[in-house]
T-cell receptor, first 112, second 114 residues
Framework: GEDVEQSLFLSVREGDSSVINCTYT??????LYWYKQEPGAGLQLLTY?????DMKQDQRLTVLLNKKDKHLSLRIADTQTGDSAIYFC????????????FGTGTRLQVTL | EAGVAQSPRYKIIEKRQSVAFWCNPI?????LYWYQQILGQGPKLLIQ????????DSQLPKDRFSAERLKGVDSTLKIQPAKLEDSAVYLC????????????FGPGTRLTVT
């Protein structure tokens, strides 16, 4: 079945690195995503990774995928106060439908 | 390019009343999704349209929820009658196609059922 889990809360100091973790159970996942949600706003796609990749880097963001352990992480370098938000990982798989299955979200709090 | 538009942004109704939400996707996007996000949880797909046809409505409570996408553009999601547990944010998203295309999300409609 499909199940995506995340820790609920992470607090980091401005300038430090943040690492947000996610585990998933669907081994047929093809794409894995990281979304950001700010208060009162919709979801913004930050980055995604194909299931046949181990790592993807995009400016301050680094995504690591351990397919054997079904573990996905998002590292944000030099975390800023503007990074404070809820971060969701999501998975989808190749098929006639392309629904996203989201985790519960991790609230990132950046302190001065 | 304009984003996904949703209205209203907020709605408060009493249980057993009916309510409708409207979504206007990004121009040219064939695929439209409705998600329900309960407070403290991630969004859950309710229904997916490809043009004006339904691709996946397996998690739509069909006894009270209905959705349509006439002419393959705008979409409406209706709840009749509403229950307390329907209190949530209803997110609309659209994409150019299905697999491998980015989904763009609207700001959502926050529904409170009292």
């Amino acid at each position: 079945g499909e199940d995506v889990e995340q820790s609920l809360f992470l607090s980091v100091r401005e300038g430090d690195s943040s690492v947000i973790n996610c585990t998933y159970t669907d081994s047929s996942s093809t794409y894995l995503y990281w979304y950001k949600q700010e208060p009162g706003a919709g979801l913004q796609l930050l980055t995604y990774i194909f299931s046949n990749m181990d790592m993807k880097q995009d400016q301050r963001l680094t995504v690591l995928l351990n397919k054997k352990d079904k573990h996905l992480s998002l590292r944000i370098a030099d975390t800023q106060t503007g990074d404070s938000a809820i971060y969701f990982c999501a998975e989808s798989y190749t098929g006639t439908a392309s629904k996203l299955t989201f985790g519960t979200g991790t609230r990132l709090q950046v302190t001065l | 390019e304009a984003g996904v538009a949703q209205s209203p942004r907020y709605k408060i109704i009493e249980k057993r009343q009916s309510v409708a939400f409207w979504c206007n996707p990004i121009s040219g996007h064939a695929t439209l999704y409705w998600y329900q996000q309960i407070l403290g949880q991630g969004p859950k797909l309710l229904i997916q349209f490809q043009n004006n046809g339904v691709v996946d409505d397996s998690q739509l409570p069909k006894d009270r929820f209905s959705a349509e996408r006439l002419k393959g553009v705008d979409s409406t999601l209706k709840i009749q009658p509403a229950k307390l547990e329907d209190s949530a944010v209803y997110l609309c998203a659209s994409s150019r196609g299905t697999v491998g295309y980015e989904q763009y999300f609207g700001p959502g409609t926050r529904l409170t059922v009292t």
